[in-house]
């Protein structure tokens, strides 16, 4: 995947990528494929996947809290309905979220 | 080096990475606290002065990506410091600042001090 400059921002819905991807990779398993919402913007850094292997991990990429409903992760979820979960996404493993 | 990426992926099925835990149904988590022991700290000392801006042999997340590459009976059953230690082991002679015979060579020394000395030495599992 390629690192791309900033494509959300704070509001946009998005959806994580699916995809078994080789390598360092810091987007946690439960979270591929599901729907969220962009709460914050928090900047550029350069790509953990290839500091990895000792690249310089260029151009910086665009990392978000994205907000995801913990009701929407998990099945059986007992706990509050408002209950939220953020996690630090970076920009090439969100698309856009067309769905209603 | 090598830029083989090598995916190992945990027993589940599903493809997800070894390491990657979040969401699995493996018991509570343990939240007892202990002390750091000196190996510890030792261990956590040597990857601040290795992966610090002013030797910067390595970064963490190169770090990450060798504790990923464990095997599963290897991730599962060595402790975090272990796996620590075994990566930055494996990345020392990834950036050729150390051979891999060198390590090994003055291992040897260290485990035929201690045997003579009458003290136990733990054989870890061979870093990935």
Not at chain 1, 67 to 76: H, M, N, P, S, T
Not at chain 2, 11 to 19: L, P, S
Not at chain 2, 50 to 67: E, M, N, S, T
Request: negative net charge; glycine residues 10%; charged residues 30%.
């Amino acid at each position: 995947m390629k690192a791309q400059t900033q494509r959300f921002g704070v509001g946009d819905r998005v959806r994580v990528r699916t995809g078994q991807m080789p390598g360092h990779v810091r987007t946690p398993f439960y979270l591929r494929g599901k729907r969220g919402m962009i709460a914050d913007v928090v900047g550029d850094f350069r790509s953990p996947e290839q500091l990895a292997y000792h690249k310089p991990g260029l151009p910086l990429c665009a990392l978000y809290h994205v907000r995801f409903e913990q009701g929407q992760l998990w099945a059986d979820y007992a706990g509050n309905a408002n209950d939220v979960l953020e996690a630090d996404i970076f920009d090439h493993w969100l698309d856009r979220d067309t769905e209603d | 080096m090598t830029q083989t990426k090598q995916f190992n992926p945990r027993d589940t099925g599903d493809g997800r990475a070894v390491h990657d835990l979040g969401g699995l149904s493996i018991g509570p988590i343990d939240r007892d606290e202990h002390e750091l022991t000196f190996y510890e700290k030792r261990v956590d000392a040597l990857l601040m002065l290795l992966a610090g801006p002013k030797r910067g042999i390595f970064r963490v997340d190169a770090l990450r990506r060798v504790v990923e590459e464990y095997a599963q009976s290897d991730y599962d059953g060595l402790g975090y410091y272990d796996r620590w230690i075994g990566a930055i082991s494996t990345l020392l002679v990834e950036q050729e600042v150390l051979s891999a015979e060198e390590i090994d060579a003055r291992c040897a020394e260290i485990r035929k001090r201690l045997d003579a000395d009458g003290q136990r030495v733990a054989r870890g599992a061979k870093a990935p």
